[in-house]
Protein backbone atom coordinates (compact mmCIF):
# COMPACT_ATOMS: atom_id res chain seq x y z
CA UNK A 1 0.00 0.00 0.00
CA UNK A 2 1.42 3.99 -0.85
CA UNK A 3 2.80 5.14 2.03
CA UNK A 4 -0.05 7.73 1.64
CA UNK A 5 -2.98 5.79 1.99
CA UNK A 6 -0.80 4.78 5.59
CA UNK A 7 -0.91 8.25 6.99
CA UNK A 8 -4.49 8.99 5.56
CA UNK A 9 -6.72 5.48 6.08
CA UNK A 10 -9.55 7.31 5.71
CA UNK A 11 -9.20 8.30 2.31
CA UNK A 12 -8.39 4.72 1.71
CA UNK A 13 -11.52 4.17 3.40
CA UNK A 14 -13.29 6.67 1.47
CA UNK A 15 -12.22 5.37 -1.77
CA UNK A 16 -13.04 1.61 -1.05
CA UNK A 17 -16.72 2.35 0.31
CA UNK A 18 -17.46 4.32 -2.86
CA UNK A 19 -16.48 0.93 -4.75
CA UNK A 20 -17.99 -1.50 -3.03
CA UNK A 21 -21.00 0.75 -3.41
CA UNK A 22 -20.71 0.91 -7.08
CA UNK A 23 -20.57 -2.66 -7.53
CA UNK A 24 -23.45 -3.50 -5.61
CA UNK A 25 -25.62 -0.90 -7.30
CA UNK A 26 -24.15 -2.67 -10.61
CA UNK A 27 -24.68 -6.10 -9.27
CA UNK A 28 -28.21 -4.98 -8.21
CA UNK A 29 -29.28 -3.49 -11.47
CA UNK A 30 -28.22 -6.60 -13.36
CA UNK A 31 -30.18 -9.17 -11.01
CA UNK A 32 -33.00 -7.35 -11.24
CA UNK A 33 -32.75 -6.78 -15.33
CA UNK A 34 -32.34 -10.74 -15.07
CA UNK A 35 -33.92 -12.14 -12.08
CA UNK A 36 -36.76 -10.10 -10.25
CA UNK A 37 -39.29 -9.52 -13.05
CA UNK A 38 -42.68 -11.36 -13.36
CA UNK A 39 -43.92 -11.92 -16.57
CA UNK A 40 -47.11 -12.41 -18.14
CA UNK A 41 -48.43 -14.16 -21.33
CA UNK A 42 -51.45 -13.22 -22.22
CA UNK A 43 -52.65 -15.86 -25.37
CA UNK A 44 -51.54 -19.42 -25.08
CA UNK A 45 -51.83 -20.28 -28.71
CA UNK A 46 -49.02 -21.60 -30.60
CA UNK A 47 -47.03 -18.30 -30.32
CA UNK A 48 -47.53 -17.91 -27.16
CA UNK A 49 -46.83 -21.51 -25.94
CA UNK A 50 -43.62 -21.25 -28.09
CA UNK A 51 -42.39 -18.31 -26.15
CA UNK A 52 -43.47 -19.76 -23.25
CA UNK A 53 -41.16 -23.20 -23.73
CA UNK A 54 -38.02 -20.68 -24.65
CA UNK A 55 -38.55 -18.19 -21.80
CA UNK A 56 -38.84 -21.49 -19.05
CA UNK A 57 -35.83 -22.98 -20.87
CA UNK A 58 -34.16 -20.13 -20.54
CA UNK A 59 -33.49 -20.44 -16.81
CA UNK A 60 -33.72 -16.56 -16.60
CA UNK A 61 -37.36 -16.33 -15.35
CA UNK A 62 -38.72 -19.38 -13.03
CA UNK A 63 -42.02 -20.73 -13.99
CA UNK A 64 -43.45 -19.52 -10.65
CA UNK A 65 -42.91 -16.08 -11.81
CA UNK A 66 -44.48 -16.48 -15.48
CA UNK A 67 -48.87 -15.55 -15.42
CA UNK A 68 -50.74 -16.77 -18.45
CA UNK A 69 -54.29 -15.73 -19.41
CA UNK A 70 -55.99 -16.72 -22.26
CA UNK A 71 -59.81 -16.54 -23.01
CA UNK A 72 -59.92 -20.44 -23.58
CA UNK A 73 -59.85 -21.69 -20.30
CA UNK A 74 -58.65 -24.95 -21.54
CA UNK A 75 -55.73 -23.42 -22.97
CA UNK A 76 -54.77 -21.62 -20.13
CA UNK A 77 -55.00 -24.95 -17.96
CA UNK A 78 -52.97 -26.97 -20.81
CA UNK A 79 -49.61 -24.43 -19.91
CA UNK A 80 -50.53 -24.67 -16.52
CA UNK A 81 -49.79 -28.70 -16.13
CA UNK A 82 -46.88 -28.71 -19.01
CA UNK A 83 -45.21 -25.80 -17.57
CA UNK A 84 -46.06 -25.43 -13.69
CA UNK A 85 -46.58 -21.95 -14.16
CA UNK A 86 -49.53 -19.16 -12.29
CA UNK A 87 -52.76 -18.72 -13.88
CA UNK A 88 -54.31 -15.71 -13.72
CA UNK A 89 -58.04 -15.13 -13.56
CA UNK A 90 -58.52 -12.50 -15.44
CA UNK A 91 -56.42 -9.87 -17.45
CA UNK A 92 -56.98 -7.17 -14.66
CA UNK A 93 -54.82 -9.62 -12.47
CA UNK A 94 -52.49 -9.79 -15.20
CA UNK A 95 -50.85 -6.34 -14.57
CA UNK A 96 -51.48 -6.56 -10.54
CA UNK A 97 -48.02 -8.17 -10.81
CA UNK A 98 -45.31 -9.04 -14.25
CA UNK A 99 -43.99 -5.67 -15.42
CA UNK A 100 -43.39 -7.29 -18.51
CA UNK A 101 -46.44 -8.53 -20.61
CA UNK A 102 -46.12 -10.66 -23.83
CA UNK A 103 -49.40 -10.35 -25.95
CA UNK A 104 -49.70 -13.19 -28.12
CA UNK A 105 -53.09 -12.76 -29.67
CA UNK A 106 -54.11 -12.93 -33.11
CA UNK A 107 -54.08 -9.50 -34.85
CA UNK A 108 -57.99 -9.18 -35.40
CA UNK A 109 -58.24 -9.44 -31.61
CA UNK A 110 -55.71 -7.63 -30.54
CA UNK A 111 -57.90 -3.69 -30.35
CA UNK A 112 -60.47 -5.48 -28.14
CA UNK A 113 -57.54 -6.55 -25.84
CA UNK A 114 -55.63 -3.86 -25.55
CA UNK A 115 -59.20 -2.07 -24.78
CA UNK A 116 -59.71 -4.39 -22.07
CA UNK A 117 -56.75 -3.81 -20.25
CA UNK A 118 -55.70 -0.37 -20.93
CA UNK A 119 -56.95 0.70 -17.43
CA UNK A 120 -54.78 -1.71 -15.53
CA UNK A 121 -51.47 -0.37 -17.29
CA UNK A 122 -49.28 2.03 -15.47
CA UNK A 123 -45.80 3.76 -17.06
CA UNK A 124 -43.90 0.85 -15.72
CA UNK A 125 -45.46 -2.00 -17.32
CA UNK A 126 -43.94 -3.05 -20.97
CA UNK A 127 -46.10 -4.26 -23.11
CA UNK A 128 -44.74 -6.87 -25.65
CA UNK A 129 -46.81 -7.73 -28.64
CA UNK A 130 -46.25 -10.43 -31.20
CA UNK A 131 -49.29 -9.83 -33.75
CA UNK A 132 -48.36 -9.17 -37.19
CA UNK A 133 -49.11 -5.82 -38.82
CA UNK A 134 -50.26 -4.09 -36.16
CA UNK A 135 -47.72 -0.96 -35.82
CA UNK A 136 -46.84 0.53 -32.02
CA UNK A 137 -48.50 3.69 -33.28
CA UNK A 138 -52.02 2.13 -33.33
CA UNK A 139 -51.04 -0.03 -29.86
CA UNK A 140 -50.29 3.49 -27.89
CA UNK A 141 -53.53 5.48 -29.54
CA UNK A 142 -55.55 3.09 -27.24
CA UNK A 143 -53.38 2.44 -24.41
CA UNK A 144 -51.70 6.07 -23.71
CA UNK A 145 -48.40 7.28 -25.61
CA UNK A 146 -46.62 7.21 -22.56
CA UNK A 147 -46.91 3.18 -22.12
CA UNK A 148 -43.84 0.95 -23.12
CA UNK A 149 -44.21 -1.14 -25.88
CA UNK A 150 -42.08 -3.59 -28.05
CA UNK A 151 -43.12 -5.21 -31.19
CA UNK A 152 -41.58 -8.42 -32.03
CA UNK A 153 -41.86 -10.82 -34.70
CA UNK A 154 -41.00 -14.17 -33.74
CA UNK A 155 -41.69 -17.57 -35.37
CA UNK A 156 -42.25 -21.35 -34.61
CA UNK A 157 -39.07 -22.99 -34.54
CA UNK A 158 -38.84 -20.80 -30.93
CA UNK A 159 -40.74 -23.90 -29.69
CA UNK A 160 -37.00 -25.63 -30.41
CA UNK A 161 -35.05 -22.89 -29.75
CA UNK A 162 -34.23 -22.38 -32.96
CA UNK A 163 -36.42 -19.55 -34.04
CA UNK A 164 -35.65 -15.82 -35.57
CA UNK A 165 -36.84 -13.22 -34.05
CA UNK A 166 -37.16 -9.58 -35.27
CA UNK A 167 -37.30 -6.67 -32.47
CA UNK A 168 -38.50 -3.15 -32.97
CA UNK A 169 -38.71 -1.32 -29.52
CA UNK A 170 -40.83 1.83 -29.32
CA UNK A 171 -39.22 5.05 -28.00
CA UNK A 172 -40.65 4.58 -24.45
CA UNK A 173 -38.54 1.68 -24.01
CA UNK A 174 -34.96 2.20 -22.46
CA UNK A 175 -31.62 0.20 -23.09
CA UNK A 176 -32.16 -1.79 -19.84
CA UNK A 177 -35.72 -3.23 -20.85
CA UNK A 178 -34.79 -3.86 -24.55
CA UNK A 179 -31.72 -5.49 -23.55
CA UNK A 180 -33.71 -7.74 -21.08
CA UNK A 181 -35.41 -9.08 -23.65
CA UNK A 182 -33.12 -9.76 -26.36
CA UNK A 183 -31.38 -11.73 -23.46
CA UNK A 184 -34.87 -13.70 -23.32
CA UNK A 185 -35.41 -14.15 -27.01
CA UNK A 186 -31.72 -14.93 -27.76
CA UNK A 187 -32.74 -18.52 -25.32
CA UNK A 188 -35.36 -18.81 -27.95
CA UNK A 189 -32.84 -18.68 -31.45
CA UNK A 190 -31.44 -15.94 -33.34
CA UNK A 191 -32.76 -12.11 -32.41
CA UNK A 192 -31.81 -8.90 -34.27
CA UNK A 193 -33.30 -5.38 -34.25
CA UNK A 194 -34.64 -3.87 -36.89
CA UNK A 195 -36.75 -0.44 -37.74
CA UNK A 196 -40.56 -0.97 -37.11
CA UNK A 197 -41.24 0.34 -41.20
CA UNK A 198 -39.22 -3.33 -42.04
CA UNK A 199 -41.72 -5.72 -39.43
CA UNK A 200 -44.00 -6.21 -42.78
CA UNK A 201 -41.11 -7.74 -44.84
CA UNK A 202 -39.95 -9.59 -41.60
CA UNK A 203 -43.21 -11.03 -41.10
CA UNK A 204 -43.11 -12.35 -44.57
CA UNK A 205 -39.42 -13.85 -44.66
CA UNK A 206 -38.82 -15.15 -41.20
CA UNK A 207 -42.36 -15.12 -39.91
CA UNK A 208 -44.29 -16.79 -42.67
CA UNK A 209 -41.11 -18.65 -44.05
CA UNK A 210 -41.30 -21.35 -41.59
CA UNK A 211 -44.20 -22.56 -43.75
CA UNK A 212 -42.69 -22.05 -46.90
CA UNK A 213 -39.71 -24.68 -45.92
CA UNK A 214 -42.17 -27.06 -44.54
CA UNK A 215 -43.83 -27.54 -47.89
CA UNK A 216 -40.23 -27.62 -49.51
CA UNK A 217 -39.62 -30.25 -46.73
CA UNK A 218 -42.81 -31.64 -47.97
CA UNK A 219 -42.22 -31.61 -51.57
CA UNK A 220 -38.74 -32.66 -51.58
CA UNK A 221 -39.96 -36.21 -49.54
CA UNK A 222 -42.32 -36.81 -51.77
CA UNK A 223 -40.38 -36.51 -54.97
CA UNK A 224 -38.03 -38.97 -52.77
CA UNK A 225 -41.60 -41.57 -52.81
CA UNK A 226 -42.02 -40.90 -56.18
CA UNK A 227 -38.72 -42.34 -57.17
CA UNK A 228 -39.04 -45.41 -55.05
CA UNK A 229 -37.75 -44.13 -51.63
CA UNK A 230 -39.88 -45.26 -48.39
CA UNK A 231 -41.68 -42.78 -46.78
CA UNK A 232 -40.08 -42.15 -43.28
CA UNK A 233 -36.77 -42.45 -45.43
CA UNK A 234 -37.31 -39.25 -48.03
CA UNK A 235 -38.49 -37.09 -44.81
CA UNK A 236 -35.17 -37.84 -42.81
CA UNK A 237 -33.18 -37.27 -46.07
CA UNK A 238 -35.07 -34.01 -46.82
CA UNK A 239 -35.60 -32.55 -43.64
CA UNK A 240 -32.14 -33.56 -42.64
CA UNK A 241 -30.62 -32.08 -46.57
CA UNK A 242 -32.18 -28.45 -45.46
CA UNK A 243 -31.09 -28.92 -42.26
CA UNK A 244 -27.33 -28.91 -43.30
CA UNK A 245 -27.66 -26.66 -46.11
CA UNK A 246 -28.76 -23.74 -44.11
CA UNK A 247 -26.29 -24.45 -41.33
CA UNK A 248 -23.62 -24.25 -43.95
CA UNK A 249 -25.04 -20.70 -45.62
CA UNK A 250 -24.62 -19.38 -41.30
CA UNK A 251 -21.34 -21.39 -41.13
CA UNK A 252 -19.69 -20.40 -44.27
CA UNK A 253 -20.88 -16.83 -44.74
CA UNK A 254 -20.57 -17.96 -48.63
CA UNK A 255 -23.50 -16.50 -50.35
CA UNK A 256 -26.17 -19.16 -51.49
CA UNK A 257 -25.77 -18.88 -54.98
CA UNK A 258 -21.88 -19.86 -54.75
CA UNK A 259 -22.91 -22.98 -52.18
CA UNK A 260 -25.47 -24.17 -54.69
CA UNK A 261 -22.44 -23.92 -57.56
CA UNK A 262 -20.27 -25.76 -55.58
CA UNK A 263 -22.92 -29.12 -55.83
CA UNK A 264 -23.67 -28.56 -59.62
CA UNK A 265 -21.17 -29.68 -61.49
CA UNK A 266 -21.28 -29.79 -65.65
CA UNK A 267 -23.86 -31.79 -67.01
CA UNK A 268 -24.69 -33.41 -63.82
CA UNK A 269 -27.38 -34.43 -61.82
CA UNK A 270 -27.82 -31.38 -59.73
CA UNK A 271 -28.13 -28.76 -62.74
CA UNK A 272 -30.70 -31.14 -64.69
CA UNK A 273 -33.22 -30.41 -61.34
CA UNK A 274 -31.84 -26.81 -61.16
CA UNK A 275 -33.10 -26.36 -64.54
CA UNK A 276 -36.83 -28.26 -64.10
CA UNK A 277 -36.87 -25.36 -60.84
CA UNK A 278 -36.15 -22.86 -62.91
CA UNK A 279 -39.12 -23.71 -65.50
CA UNK A 280 -41.67 -23.46 -63.54
CA UNK A 281 -39.99 -20.09 -62.21
CA UNK A 282 -38.56 -21.53 -58.29
CA UNK A 283 -37.39 -18.36 -57.54
CA UNK A 284 -39.58 -15.79 -58.18
CA UNK A 285 -42.45 -17.89 -57.18
CA UNK A 286 -40.58 -17.90 -53.54
CA UNK A 287 -40.08 -14.30 -53.39
CA UNK A 288 -43.88 -13.61 -54.86
CA UNK A 289 -45.03 -15.94 -51.14
CA UNK A 290 -42.36 -13.10 -49.40
CA UNK A 291 -43.61 -10.37 -51.08
CA UNK A 292 -47.97 -11.53 -50.75
CA UNK A 293 -47.31 -12.32 -47.20
CA UNK A 294 -45.75 -8.80 -46.38
CA UNK A 295 -48.48 -7.06 -48.32
CA UNK A 296 -51.07 -8.88 -46.11
CA UNK A 297 -48.90 -7.60 -42.66
CA UNK A 298 -49.54 -4.30 -44.05
CA UNK A 299 -52.88 -4.54 -45.19
CA UNK A 300 -53.54 -6.14 -41.54
CA UNK A 301 -52.39 -2.87 -39.96
CA UNK A 302 -54.73 -0.39 -42.64
CA UNK A 303 -57.57 -2.65 -41.56
CA UNK A 304 -57.13 -1.99 -37.68
CA UNK A 305 -56.96 1.37 -38.69
CA UNK A 306 -59.57 1.99 -40.18
Same mark, same amino acid.
Given at each position: M?????????????????? #????ILELYK????? /???????? $?CGVMGAALLNGI???????PTDIMVWDVLPQKTDEMIKQFKVTAAADTKVMFDSPRMVFLAVKPVDMPGMLENIKDHLTTDHILISVAAGIP???? #?KIVGTEQ??????? /???????? $??TVVSPGNNVDENELGFVMKLMESLGKVVILEEKLMDAATGLSGSGPAYVFMFVEALADGGVKMGLPRDKALLLASQTVLGAAEMVIQTEEHP??????????GGTTIAGIYALEKKTFRGTVIKAVEAAAKRSKELGKERKD
Open positions: SPYFLQNPGVYNTIFTSL #LFFFGEFSL /NSRKIGII $GIHSNMVHIEQI #LKVIRLMP /NTPCLIGK $GMSVLKDKVASP
